[in-house]
């Protein structure tokens, strides 16, 4: 049981650049989600999907998209890199009725935006 | 105004002794509350959920304060290995989602 796993672990892109995030979770966990911590700040919610097929913006979309075709996947896309998408992405799931208490995470991948 | 909101700290305290912090959150209608902990450059870990009535997990103890929208985490004799940022985590109206606070960074020293 390998829980939540995410690729890559650290990334440089040049502006303009793209690329995917890949999350895959193994508990068969509903709920999925696409965080971002910045320095010193909180999490922020990016997307997250409540199954597969559905997903839904959170607090800070704008430059990000996902899709989830199965319950297992939940692929993060970055078109066109800014510096300001800088920045340690978590991804997470959990289970429904108990979203705080399950909610785990895999270990992040750190974008580096140049 | 911020839905969860903790003193950031750092608070820096000798092994054994006490250290506490709370976390306020402007969401009245919140739900469920919970302490996360986040090592350095680690991935954020559930520490213990916050009941009503205030509860214990060891050496450590969360309390809740609708009235005022507070929650509070007490470490007791304090191990180097309760080095941390502590998240504070909020469960709204929204089954789906959760609110982070941004961390209160805790250090215990030898």
């Known amino acids: 049981n390998a829980g939540v796993t995410q690729t890559p672990k650290f990334r440089i892109l040049k502006i303009g650049q793209s690329m995917t995030l890949q999350c895959t979770q193994d508990?068969?966990?509903?709920?999925m989600y696409w965080y971002r911590q910045d320095p010193g700040m909180g999490l922020k919610l990016i997307y997250y999907?409540?199954?597969?097929?559905?997903?839904d913006k959170g607090e800070v979309p704008n430059g990000y998209n996902v899709s989830r075709s199965t319950t297992e996947d939940f692929p993060l896309r970055l078109e066109l890199a800014a510096p300001s998408q800088t920045s340690v992405y978590f991804c997470a799931s959990s289970s429904p009725g108990r979203v705080g208490e399950t909610q785990y995470f895999g270990p992040g991948t750190r974008l580096l935006v140049l | 105004r911020k839905e969860v909101e903790q003193d950031p700290g750092p608070f820096n305290v000798p092994e054994g002794a006490t250290v506490a912090f709370n976390c306020t959150y402007s969401n009245s209608a919140s739900q469920s509350f919970f302490w996360y902990r986040q090592d350095c450059r680690k991935e954020p870990k559930l520490l213990m959920s916050v009941y009503s009535s205030g509860n214990e997990d060891g050496r450590f103890t969360a309390q809740l304060n609708r009235a005022s929208q507070y929650i509070s985490l007490l470490i007791r004799d304090s191990k180097l290995s309760d080095s941390a940022t502590y998240l504070c985590v909020v469960n709204s109206v929204n089954d789906y989602k959760l609110s982070f606070g941004a961390g209160t960074t805790v250090t215990v020293r030898a």
């Open positions: 508990m068969n966990h509903n709920y």
């Open positions: 999907s409540v199954g597969a097929g559905i997903t």
